[in-house]
């Protein structure tokens, strides 16, 4: 039972990632569509991950009141009414109305999320939580290197021809039959009972706030998941100010960008087991920093491919950093996620001071902003070796 549990988290994770990355694609798709500066092409992202700083905590509620396995149905039924939203968005082409879908679609994401990743990690031994996790995640970067491709295929090619946003109606469409098919699936499935902490066990907000690992863990999640986004949102036009080419082949970039941090999942499942998460997380942050710093100060396709090879660094950072800050609070999981969750609202603020970093100093001046956030990854790492 516990197999056929982690089985079907994988689909929910590749789900998960597939539709996150989606956005990578439109942000270039809709800056050129209603002529956006970077600063509001990336309110795409801020709307996204905005909803994780609004919505984490009250989902942890729900989840403790329904359960995980319910929480993970209500939570592909909402993504797929977001994905449903992007028609009136295109029928009326008022790009306030493509944000408000976007906060709906992530407000189910953020659903899934706060159910599914405490969850895994609570499925099993937990001295195997970080790869176990890792190993799940590792099927999201799955979907962020498949999204890429289905994105420049069935939307940005349609720039050559068009300039509207009737591209994005129809594969939102398929997405949301898909979800809906998921979700029934789900619900009819039998997911092994996991214990819920008894009133006396579970510790309060406050108490959970205090924890100084926890803090120091949502820290982490949030520069992260911001700096992480940062890269996929502009990776496009920063590829296309290195080297000249159109948007459908600059796209596929994205998808190297996202397989990488899927390949390092994978090695990551035995790599975490072998050594120190806090350890292996330092070394992924400093590599990271490098890469950054080497392709701000080269050109070309060299450029490229060290931004790129960022994605192989980010590969391990989130299951690390988020199983490394439950410990200790396994008997409120919930609320330790949903605090957790809420972090991931760096993918909205990181994104936007980059964008406006690079209206005002161009974009390779604005990606030192994201060697810094993987500094504090690395001190994170550092101070959680043990």
Request: net charge positive; hydrophobic share 55%; with cysteine.
């Amino acid at each position: 039972m516990y197999r056929k549990a982690l089985f079907s988290l994988t689909v929910l994770f590749f789900m998960m990632g597939f539709i996150t990355c989606l956005n990578d694609i439109l942000v270039p798709f809709l800056k050129q569509v209603f002529e956006l500066s970077y600063t509001q092409a990336s309110l795409i992202q801020f709307c996204f991950f905005g909803a994780y700083g609004l919505t984490a905590i009250p989902a942890s509620k729900l989840i403790q009141k329904v359960g995980y396995q319910r929480g993970m149905v209500i939570g592909f039924i909402v993504t797929a009414v977001g994905c449903l939203l992007f028609f009136p968005a295109v029928s009326f082409h008022k790009y306030s109305l493509f944000l408000g879908a976007f906060f709906v679609l992530a407000t189910g994401v953020v659903l899934l999320q706060v159910a599914a990743n405490p969850y895994v990690s609570i499925l099993g031994p937990a001295e195997t939580a970080s790869s176990r996790l890792t190993m799940t995640q590792a099927f999201n970067s799955f979907g962020t290197f498949l999204a890429p491709f289905f994105g420049s295929i069935l939307i940005l090619s349609t720039l050559q021809n068009s300039m509207n946003s009737e591209a994005v109606k129809y594969p939102y469409l398929f997405i949301a039959v898909v979800l809906v098919i998921i979700a029934f699936v789900l619900g009819r499935m039998k997911f092994p009972e996991i214990a819920q902490a008894s009133a006396e066990e579970e510790k309060s907000w406050g108490h959970i706030l205090k924890q100084p690992n926890l803090l120091l863990g949502m820290l982490g999640i949030f520069v992260y998941v911001g700096a992480e986004v940062a890269i996929g949102s502009f990776l496009v036009n920063y590829v296309m100010e290195n080297v000249a080419m159109p948007e459908t082949a600059a796209a596929t970039y994205i998808a190297f960008y996202w397989g990488g941090a899927m390949v390092g999942r994978f090695l990551g499942i035995y790599t975490l087991k072998l050594f120190s998460p806090g350890k292996v997380l330092v070394l992924h942050s400093a590599l990271a920093i490098t890469f950054i710093i080497l392709s701000i100060n080269s050109t070309g396709m060299l450029a490229v491919y060290l931004m790129i090879a960022v994605g192989l660094c980010n590969s391990i950072m989130f299951p690390t950093i988020f199983t490394l800050a439950l410990k200790g609070l396994e008997t409120s999981a919930e609320k330790a996620s949903g605090l957790l969750a809420t972090s991931i609202l760096g993918g909205a603020i990181i994104p936007l001071f980059t964008g406006w970093m690079a209206d005002n100093s161009g974009l390779r001046t604005a990606f030192i902003l994201l060697a810094v956030c993987y500094a504090y990854i690395a001190f994170y790492g550092f101070k959680s070796r043990k």
